[in-house]
Structures are given as structure tokens and as C-alpha cells.
């Protein structure tokens, strides 16, 4: 299954500098392997600082939970998840 899904970061008040960004850095590496392993298709930054959108895959909603889950930003980010199906007009699809 494939799932958009918006992250909005909001550091703590008060999060001394060096823990945002070690947990910023530990956030990459863990993108990367999530990308490694299939489940991060793409990713995206917004136009507006701390929001993005990336497009994922997992087996199930729960699974992607579970993933999204150990994030090291994750009891920073506000998520919200839009499963998605393909469409008949799908250009990927339509020529098959």
C-alpha cells in the first residue's frame, strides 16, 4: 500500500540546540534506511519551515504506524496519513 503523508515539526520550547540537532541528524539516517528498505518513496519539503511530505509504502496502515513511529523527531511531529489507491487515469498505469 502507498500513503502520503504530511509531517509538521514543533520543537519543545526550551530543547537546548545540540539535542535538536543531533535528533535532526539521527532523523536523516533513519530516512535514509526506511528509503533503503522501500518504504520511503520520496520525500518533500513545503514552502513553510518544519512541514513536509513524503510518499510511502508498508503493508498495512499499522505497519507504516510502527514505522513512522520510531522516528527519532516523532514526539515532535503532529502526522497526518492519507492512504492512497490508483487511479484509473494514472498515467504509470493507464498504458498497462
Known sequence: MEFLV???LEVPAGTPQPEVEQRQRDESTAAAQLAEDGHL???WTKRRAGH???LY???SQTELDDLLGT???ADWLRVTVTPLDAHANDPTTASR
Open 6 to 8: 504530511e509531517f509538521e
Open 41 to 43: 518513496v520520496r520525500l
Open 52 to 54: 513536509a511530505i513524503g
Open 57 to 59: 509504502r508498508a503493508e
Open 71 to 73: 522516528l527519532p523527531l
